[in-house]
Structure formats: structure tokens, C-alpha cells
């Protein structure tokens, strides 16, 4: 069945320094693919997504490209702030079926 | 416009109690499906509702349960509680707009069962 594996947390770094957080999954089909954040307390909110194969999804600095030759999602910034501790879910959804998540990274960031 | 409305909150009960969680969808948006969040099993999908119809369902016992109303507003019911069933339960809201599902998530209701 299709499933998402991340990068075990926590991923502790400075501020400023180079963020990737990797996610690789598995479908049968051709996903879209999609990477959400969650706050202390909070919902999942929605960081970026990917809907086919190239596609590069961008938003607040973060990016990720969906890449199906190696089955990969990877999470990037360039300049992590403090405010971006949080946990970060990698997910994939089949044609608009079910989201399925990976276990979550959490990343903290140190001024 | 509106996002994803869930209540309770916060939710104390008792085990063997059951309980009643509800979603208020993002407006025009006809599917909400909920997800199970515990620090062992992560993310868990419960299950989903298109039009008031359970569309897919998750690997759950029969204890968890759910509906839909016809303003697409959701409901999901577990019963006899057990002290395994603490736990953020999280509701989306998803359409197919433009070739493309999105999901809105809500913040959540904490269960915490004792």
C-alpha cells in the first residue's frame, strides 16, 4: 500500500543555517504530495504542495520538489528562523483519497 | 472566508464514557474526513464523508463512528472510551478545485481520557 517515510527528529540547527528535512514514499499511482507544519497546540496547517511529477511547491521560504525517479519530497529553506520550531508532516494523497502521513520531524531552531 | 470549526477543544472524560466530536466544514466544501493523533501511532485516518455518505473508512474498531448532516457539518461519536483513545482529533475540509484536492485542517479537539 502506499506510505511516507521521514527523516527521524528532532533536527535541531541555528538560526540562519540550511534546513532539509527528508520524506521518500511509496504509491501505486501518482500522488500529489504535500508537506504540513503544526504548531504547539495547534492543527496541521498546510506549508506546500506538489500535484505531479517536477512540480516545485513553494511558500514562506520553503521549498520542495517532487521528484518520481526517486520517489522523493524533501523538505528545504535556505535561512531557518526561530519561529519555524515546529513538527513538520510529509503526506501523500491518491487521487484525492486519504491523506497519508509520515511520522513527523520535529526541528528546532536556536538563536 | 471561514476556516475549519471544530469543538470542543479540550474534552475530559471518563473511560467507558462516550463522546461526541463536531466539524463545521469550510463553507461549500462537502467533504470532511477526520484523523487520530497520538505521540505512538502519529497520524490515523478515522475516516471520510462525501455528501452525508461514509466514503472510506480507516483501520478502526466499530467504537468510532461518524455522520454528516446536509450542511455538510460532521459529527464523529466514540463510545465506551478507553484510556488509549486520548488523543488530538483532527478534522479537514477538502474539495477538487481545478484538478487539484485541498485540505484544510481544523485545530483540533483534545481528548484526554481517564
Known amino acids: 500500500g502506499n506510505s511516507v517515510t521521514q527523516m527521524e527528529g528532532p533536527v535541531t540547527l541555528s538560526e540562519e543555517a540550511f534546513l532539509t528535512i527528508n520524506c521518500t514514499y511509496t504509491a501505486t499511482g501518482y500522488p500529489s504530495l504535500f508537506w504540513y507544519v503544526q504548531y504547539p497546540g495547534e492543527g496541521l496547517q498546510l506549508l506546500l504542495k506538489?500535484?505531479?511529477?517536477?512540480d516545485k511547491g513553494s511558500n514562506k521560504g520553503f521549498e520542495a520538489t517532487y521528484r518520481k525517479e526517486t520517489t522523493s519530497f524533501h523538505l528545504e529553506k535556505g535561512s531557518v528562523q526561530v519561529s519555524d520550531s515546529a513538527v513538520y508532516f510529509c503526506?501523500?494523497?491518491?487521487?484525492?483519497?486519504?491523506?497519508?502521513f509520515g511520522t513527523g520531524t520535529r526541528l528546532q531552531v536556536f538563536p | 472566508k471561514a476556516g475549519v470549526t471544530q469543538t470542543p477543544r479540550y474534552l475530559i472524560k471518563t473511560r467507558g464514557q462516550q463522546v461526541t466530536l463536531s466539524c463545521s466544514p469550510i463553507?461549500?466544501?462537502?467533504?470532511v474526513s477526520w484523523y487520530q493523533q497520538t505521540p505512538g501511532q502519529g497520524l490515523q485516518f478515522l475516516f471520510e464523508y462525501f455528501s452525508e455518505t461514509q466514503r472510506n473508512k480507516g483501520n478502526f474498531p466499530g467504537r468510532f463512528s461518524g455522520r454528516q448532516f446536509s450542511n455538510s457539518r460532521s459529527e464523529m461519536n466514540v463510545s465506551t472510551l478507553e484510556l488509549g483513545d486520548s488523543a488530538l482529533y483532527l478534522c479537514?475540509?477538502?474539495?477538487?478545485?481545478?484538478?487539484?484536492?485541498?485540505?484544510?485542517f481544523g485545530s483540533g479537539t483534545r481528548l484526554t481520557v481517564v
Open positions: 503526506a501523500l494523497s491518491d487521487r484525492g483519497d486519504k491523506l497519508i
Open positions: 479537514a475540509s477538502s474539495s477538487w478545485t481545478g484538478g487539484d484536492y485541498g485540505y484544510t
Open positions: 506538489a500535484t505531479k511529477a517536477d
Open positions: 463553507s461549500g466544501h462537502r467533504s
